[in-house]
């Protein structure tokens, strides 16, 4: 089966993999790779859509949010979420979360973007939000409750550390800043 004639391949997958799969969130691809000894083998990975992830400064004050959802329970997470579409770009999707979240508006500036990997590629955007402010009522989901946590830079960086956060992939980012005695460079970057 090959589904591709309607998707772009996406990047980490090379030009001439097949979409076997298309799922909610999750694309698989295979492809034939040929090995050191000239035979050849499929390969696999899935494509999870896109998300960004959000580092918003009210004030002076970093926003986390106490969050649940059914089946996974309460969890400290950054704003953000999910791409609508693939014709949504990251920055939009970025904005949009953040004001059906938060009801806020802000200054986006691109941050950084990561993956999971070579067989599960999850692009996450990251964004800092400078001079975030309330223009509407949140419409949040059904499915999630949200309680917003306003922090200084010292506890947003202890909640970060906390086994209950979410976001694992920024957790290490944290983590390596605290190592390198790096988050001086990193607060004056936010605040």
């Known amino acids: 089966m090959n589904l591709t004639l309607e998707k772009e391949v996406p990047k980490g997958i090379p030009k001439h993999a097949k979409l076997v799969f298309k799922g909610i969130l999750f694309d698989t691809w295979h492809w034939e790779q040929e090995l050191f000894d000239g035979s050849f083998t499929t390969f696999e990975a899935v494509v999870r859509k896109g998300s960004t992830q959000l580092l918003c400064i009210v004030e002076d004050k970093i926003l986390l949010y106490e969050e649940e959802q059914p089946l996974r329970g309460s969890f400290i997470s950054l704003p953000g979420g999910q791409l609508d579409d693939s014709d949504e770009t990251p920055e939009l999707g970025a904005k949009r979360e953040l004001l059906e ?18 067989n ?64 001086e460079e990193f607060r004056d970057k936010l605040l």
């Not at 979240?101 to 070579?118: A, I, K, R």
């Not at 949140?138 to 409750?145: D, I, N, S, T, Y």
């Not at 917003?148 to 979410?166: A, K, N």
């Open 120 to 183: 599960i590629i999850w692009p996450t955007y990251y964004y800092i939000v400078k001079h975030c402010s309330i223009v509407q009522e949140p419409q949040r989901e059904a499915g999630e409750k949200i309680t917003p946590l306003l922090l200084s830079f010292e506890e947003f960086v202890t909640y970060t550390q906390r086994e209950d956060f979410r976001n694992k992939g920024f957790q290490h980012y944290i983590k390596s800043l605290i190592d390198e005695n790096a988050l």
């Open 101 to 118: 979240e938060m009801g806020m508006e802000g200054q986006f500036e691109f941050f950084m973007e990561t993956s999971l990997g070579s």
